[in-house]
Protein backbone atom coordinates (compact mmCIF):
# COMPACT_ATOMS: atom_id res chain seq x y z
CA UNK A 1 0.00 0.00 0.00
CA UNK A 2 2.99 2.62 0.61
CA UNK A 3 4.60 1.97 -2.54
CA UNK A 4 0.81 2.61 -4.84
CA UNK A 5 1.20 5.83 -2.16
CA UNK A 6 4.42 6.81 -3.15
CA UNK A 7 3.87 6.43 -7.04
CA UNK A 8 0.44 8.15 -6.61
CA UNK A 9 2.38 11.00 -4.87
CA UNK A 10 5.06 10.17 -7.87
CA UNK A 11 2.96 10.91 -10.58
CA UNK A 12 0.55 14.04 -9.18
CA UNK A 13 2.80 16.67 -10.01
CA UNK A 14 2.25 15.60 -13.68
CA UNK A 15 -0.86 14.91 -13.92
CA UNK A 16 -1.52 18.42 -12.30
CA UNK A 17 1.18 20.20 -15.08
CA UNK A 18 -1.44 18.24 -17.61
CA UNK A 19 -4.61 19.53 -16.47
CA UNK A 20 -3.58 23.28 -16.21
CA UNK A 21 -2.37 23.28 -19.45
CA UNK A 22 -5.05 21.77 -20.79
CA UNK A 23 -7.25 24.30 -19.46
CA UNK A 24 -5.08 27.38 -19.77
CA UNK A 25 -4.32 26.23 -23.44
CA UNK A 26 -8.40 26.23 -24.51
CA UNK A 27 -8.40 29.18 -27.06
CA UNK A 28 -11.72 28.01 -29.44
CA UNK A 29 -14.42 25.67 -28.90
CA UNK A 30 -13.11 23.40 -31.93
CA UNK A 31 -12.42 20.18 -30.69
CA UNK A 32 -10.21 18.73 -33.14
CA UNK A 33 -11.63 15.00 -34.56
CA UNK A 34 -8.57 13.57 -35.02
CA UNK A 35 -4.70 13.44 -33.20
CA UNK A 36 -2.26 11.95 -34.59
CA UNK A 37 0.99 10.22 -31.97
CA UNK A 38 4.01 8.66 -33.66
CA UNK A 39 7.31 7.59 -31.52
CA UNK A 40 9.48 10.54 -32.07
CA UNK A 41 12.60 7.72 -33.02
CA UNK A 42 14.59 5.86 -30.23
CA UNK A 43 14.16 7.44 -27.24
CA UNK A 44 12.37 6.19 -23.75
CA UNK A 45 10.83 8.13 -21.04
CA UNK A 46 11.49 6.42 -17.72
CA UNK A 47 10.12 7.07 -14.57
CA UNK A 48 11.58 6.31 -11.12
CA UNK A 49 10.92 6.04 -7.70
CA UNK A 50 12.13 8.57 -5.52
CA UNK A 51 13.36 6.26 -2.59
CA UNK A 52 15.13 4.25 -4.84
CA UNK A 53 16.91 6.69 -6.95
CA UNK A 54 18.35 6.71 -9.86
CA UNK A 55 21.79 5.24 -9.46
CA UNK A 56 20.23 1.59 -10.82
CA UNK A 57 18.66 3.13 -13.42
CA UNK A 58 21.49 4.78 -14.71
CA UNK A 59 23.73 2.13 -14.62
CA UNK A 60 20.95 -0.34 -16.17
CA UNK A 61 21.10 2.23 -19.18
CA UNK A 62 25.32 2.19 -19.29
CA UNK A 63 24.97 -1.50 -19.39
CA UNK A 64 22.55 -1.68 -21.43
CA UNK A 65 24.17 1.04 -24.25
CA UNK A 66 21.53 3.61 -24.02
CA UNK A 67 22.64 7.24 -23.57
CA UNK A 68 20.84 9.96 -21.10
CA UNK A 69 20.18 12.55 -23.38
CA UNK A 70 17.75 14.42 -20.25
CA UNK A 71 17.01 14.44 -16.35
CA UNK A 72 14.02 16.10 -15.65
CA UNK A 73 14.10 18.57 -13.19
CA UNK A 74 10.53 18.84 -11.77
CA UNK A 75 9.73 14.87 -11.32
CA UNK A 76 11.63 11.80 -11.21
CA UNK A 77 12.26 10.92 -14.99
CA UNK A 78 15.15 10.91 -17.31
CA UNK A 79 14.78 10.75 -21.50
CA UNK A 80 17.18 7.81 -23.17
CA UNK A 81 18.14 6.71 -26.17
CA UNK A 82 17.68 3.08 -27.50
CA UNK A 83 20.90 1.51 -28.83
CA UNK A 84 21.22 0.91 -32.42
CA UNK A 85 20.39 -3.07 -32.42
CA UNK A 86 17.68 -3.39 -29.47
CA UNK A 87 14.07 -2.70 -30.60
CA UNK A 88 11.19 -0.46 -28.78
CA UNK A 89 9.22 -3.16 -27.09
CA UNK A 90 12.49 -5.57 -26.02
CA UNK A 91 14.15 -2.28 -24.37
CA UNK A 92 10.36 -1.64 -22.85
CA UNK A 93 10.72 -4.91 -21.38
CA UNK A 94 14.69 -4.54 -20.34
CA UNK A 95 13.84 -1.31 -18.17
CA UNK A 96 10.76 -2.31 -16.53
CA UNK A 97 12.79 -5.12 -14.79
CA UNK A 98 15.35 -2.26 -13.11
CA UNK A 99 14.65 -2.01 -9.78
CA UNK A 100 12.96 1.36 -8.62
CA UNK A 101 11.41 2.19 -12.52
CA UNK A 102 8.24 3.12 -12.34
CA UNK A 103 7.03 3.36 -16.06
CA UNK A 104 8.97 3.43 -19.50
CA UNK A 105 6.91 4.69 -22.43
CA UNK A 106 8.22 5.98 -25.85
CA UNK A 107 8.49 9.71 -26.66
CA UNK A 108 5.98 10.25 -28.84
CA UNK A 109 5.23 13.31 -30.85
CA UNK A 110 1.84 13.97 -30.80
CA UNK A 111 0.50 16.42 -34.21
CA UNK A 112 -3.31 18.23 -33.42
CA UNK A 113 -5.57 18.78 -36.91
CA UNK A 114 -6.25 22.43 -35.72
CA UNK A 115 -8.22 24.55 -37.90
CA UNK A 116 -8.19 28.64 -36.98
CA UNK A 117 -11.70 29.69 -35.63
CA UNK A 118 -11.62 33.56 -35.06
CA UNK A 119 -13.08 33.93 -30.99
CA UNK A 120 -16.07 36.09 -31.08
Known amino acids: MKRI ?16 GCFSSCRTAHIPEKQETAIS ?4 IVFYDTETG ?6 AAKKYG ?3 IYSY ?10 PSDKGVEESIR ?9 SVTPDRNLE ?9
Do not use: C, M
Not at 54 to 59: I, N, Q, V, Y
Not at 94 to 102: H, P
Open 5 to 20: HRILLNLFPIYALLTI
Open 66 to 68: SRI
Open 94 to 102: YYQRVKGVL
Open 54 to 59: KSDLLS
Open 41 to 44: GNVL
Open 112 to 120: LNETKTPIK
Open 73 to 82: KNFNGIAITL
